[in-house]
């Protein structure tokens, strides 16, 4: 059984395993379709049998978290929640973040520039706990998403321009384990990720932003190990990832201004030192992707640029069409990601470039794929799609 427990999967990786769904599936191929109760951009989780996922009725003031049986679509059950509409980027949702889950709960986090509500409910969809930390305010709204490690939840919880902080809650009762508070800039978007380059060094979280850089904690204590303020003028949006003995992360803004950079670690899991960097043909939205001993940056604009891991020197570099504001995947030797307008462009992981499938949704969307016991799930706006593999 394969499980999709948070962003991205595996400590949000994007590396799945394998499913059978073949790149140029049909309509036949399509399991089911369920219509979801509102709309939004954060991405499906998957525990067992159950497919977790959440949904906003903006104008009604409504949010959903919302179970689906994984074999027929069919809804198990729904929590719903009142908030105050509140603004958002036109390319944001009320239902951006990610939940997380584990084989007893589900956690969600709920942002909003009122209030910051985190939630928790059992795979029944009973509640838990809930706990608030008041009002949020943001530029563009909220989206940045929880994980798991050890008993404990942990999320970035930095507004905008405001004090704010990196918190650990207890996941069976949602007490505060520890909790790193800290001024912040612009409000980053990026997921925190486990990192442990060597076995003798404490298992670390790493932290994207503005106003730090690169932040790690220690993950069972909260202490701050070491951060790079400076490292980044621009805000984090995609999240970084540790692959092939360096630590990558980028920033942006909508204008077109990037910064990628590839960090190598210091010793004993100390703070790391640049490894290389590139300000052009990097994504700002899209978290990078290690696959095959290569690195893929899947840029917004739909030009992905592969590149050496160790240099940041360019394998292929092309342009596959359409914006991307959700993240690439992959599977069995290709990269799945879909664009705004709603297209699932498949490529080929490899040293030359192939595209391996195109497929209309139907429907637009933001989000990033999941994968599943022989099934890839498929988040437009408004609706989930099951494709089964062979």
Known sequence: MQ????FRGPNGTGIGQPTGVAADFTDKDVRWKATLPGEGHSSPVLMGESLLVTAAQREAGKRHLVCLDTKTGKERWRQSFDFKVYHTHELNTAASATPTVDKERVYATWPSDENFVVTAHTLAGKPVWQREFGAFPTQHGGAS???????????????????????????????TRWEVKRPSKDAPYAVPMLYQPEKTAPMQLLFASTAQGITSVEAATGKVLWDLPGLFSLRCVGSPIFAGGLIFAGTGVGN??????????????????????QTRN????????YANDLLF??????VVHCVKPTTGETVWLERVGGNFYGSPVFCEGKLWATSNKGELVVIAAEKTFKILGRHDLGEGTNSTPAFGEKTLYLRTLSHLTAVSGK
């Open 3 to 6: 499980d999709w427990t948070r």
């Open 145 to 175: 998403a929880p994980i798991l490690y050890d008993g404990m939840l942990i999320f970035s919880r930095e507004p905008e321009n405001a004090p704010g902080g990196l918190v650990a809650l207890d996941a069976k009762t949602g007490q």
């Open 256 to 277: 077109g201004s990037r910064l990628f950079v590839a960090l190598r670690p210091g010793a004993n899991g100390g703070k790391p030192e640049l490894a290389w960097k």
């Open 282 to 289: 990097t994504p700002y939205v899209p978290c990078p992707l």
């Open 297 to 302: 940056l899947w840029g917004d604009g739909g």
